[in-house]
């Protein structure tokens, strides 16, 4: 009995050693509590890691072909932003372009553009609702003005209606009429002595008070009968009104007539204009041959300087040799001038005039032909002159 209990007993010791065995060999795992927190899962990260890995496998050729890439869609995104402010005409377009300046205003830089557009400036109105700015209501009056373009033109330009650009158009004048008309002046003698050239200095000495002469613009044909003989010009064989322009030796212009109609002689529109009342005892006038005005200069105790006739004579004398060629040497400063003031502002010259400029509005003295005329003048003005001070 005692050897059968013994058997059994180690018997039962041997199974439990066994199970023991195979419970240390593979442990059921254990379930964590329900309120333990769960481990995340790693296993998206690692796949993005992995991804990643892949997607940054990249050779240093690779990355500098992207470089490149990069740098010439910078350099091209720059030269379209250059190309698109060229076509545009705010101020910002003009500010670093003196060409561009000269072209389209006539003005010779940007500060002289800015001090006029600030003479303006206070008058222009902008409203929230306003399609364009101050700067670029003025640069469109200066932009027809320059290069006589029509209104349709600056309506596509500005990309606004017609009568935007009409209205514009005929407000601005005035502002600009009335800012500007004081760069006319008729300087006091004792400047005009300290800047007078030397080519009148030793032709005349310096009693030159002002060189006249007359330059006629195109106009469209009127349909009044009245208004069509009044304006025909026998001498450019058109339609025309004719401005009186007084130039001074330095240059510059002192004095501009309000449009008178072509048919008009050179002395009556002289005589009536006013510019005569502007002399002193003393001065000299020096005008052309049409110019018979020896009677009206010599009212005001001046005299009148001009080109020897010949008609009636079969020679001139040595005098009036000399005097005609010093008179012919001063006269072609006057020309360059007319001719700089037609061609800055082509308005007044490349191109009819509309005959509704010729009107004058009820209230007002002036046409906005006769506005136009200050107007380039003025601005003429604002550039070198084109006489020599030596």
Known sequence: MELKEDQQRQSECAEALLDLLQTTESPEPTQPPSDSPQPEDTSGILNDQQDAGCQTDLTMEDIERMEDVLRQNTTELGDLRTKALDTKFNQESFENNEEKTKFYTGLPNFLVLLQVFQLCEPYITCGPMSVLSKFEQFILVLLRLRLNLPLKDL???????????????????????????????????????????????????????????????????????????????????????????????????????????????????????????????????????????????????ASLKMPAFTRGKSQLSAYEVEETRKIANVRIHVERVIGLVRRKYQILQSRAVPIEHMLTKPGEALALIDKIGVICCALSNLSVSVVPLE
């Not at 000495?205 to 003989?229: H, K, Q, T, W, Y």
């Not at 009556?268 to 502007?278: A, F, R, Y």
């Open 155 to 301: 309506a596509f330009r500005f990309n606004i209606s017609l009568s935007t650009a009409s209205r514009i158009w005929h407000k601005l004048i005035d502002i600009l009429h009335e800012s500007t008309e004081f760069i006319i002046e008729w300087p006091e003698r004792h400047v005009l002595q300290a800047t007078m050239p030397m080519g009148f200095r030793q032709a005349f000495g310096c009693r030159v008070a002002v060189i006249v002469d007359c330059f006629e613009v195109f106009i469209e044909r009127p349909s009044n009968l009245l208004a069509r003989a009044q304006t025909w010009s026998n001498y450019k064989h058109h339609h025309t009104v004719k401005f009186l322009i007084g130039v001074a030796p330095q240059g510059y212009v002192t004095y501009i007539s309000c449009a008178w109609g072509g048919r008009v002689s050179d002395k009556q529109i002289t005589i009536q204009s006013g510019l005569l009342k502007n002399l002193l005892p003393g001065d000299i006038v020096r005008a052309d041959r049409g110019f018979d005005i020896a009677d009206s200069v010599g009212f005001y105790c």
